[in-house]
Nanobody, 120 residues
């Protein structure tokens, strides 16, 4: 299973970006999908997750600004980021809980990370 994240870049404060993360290879089903971020010198933290049934969880710091969504047919998760702030600057990582074998349950796979830089 491979995850390919894209959509990061440099944006001014108040701007928007949309991240995508597509999974491929040996997938029977994807349960939860999510986005995490890690700023320089800090630990990785949860940004948002979305269950297969569409239920979502957001970090308090991004509620009302970010929206997570998924396309199960494309094995892809998206993160629409609006009203970006300099403190949103981080490397963003996607995570998929993938079922590749019905007898083994799901396993977490991570994308390579995409850098989001928000200038003030």
């Amino acid at each position: 299973v491979q995850l390919q994240a894209s959509g990061g870049g440099l944006v001014q404060a108040g701007g928007s970006l949309r991240l995508s993360c597509a999974a491929s290879g040996g997938i029977l089903r994807i349960n939860g999908m999510g986005w995490y971020r890690q700023a320089a010198g800090k630990q990785r933290e949860l940004v948002a997750t979305i269950a297969r049934d569409g239920n979502t969880i957001y970090a308090d710091s991004v509620k009302e600004r970010f929206a997570i969504s998924r396309d199960n047919a494309k094995n892809t998760v998206y993160l629409q980021m609006n009203s970006l702030k300099p403190e949103d600057t981080a490397v963003y990582y996607c995570k998929h809980d993938v079922v590749s074998d019905w007898y083994e349950g799901s396993r977490a796979y991570w994308g390579q990370g995409t850098l989001v830089t928000v200038s003030s």
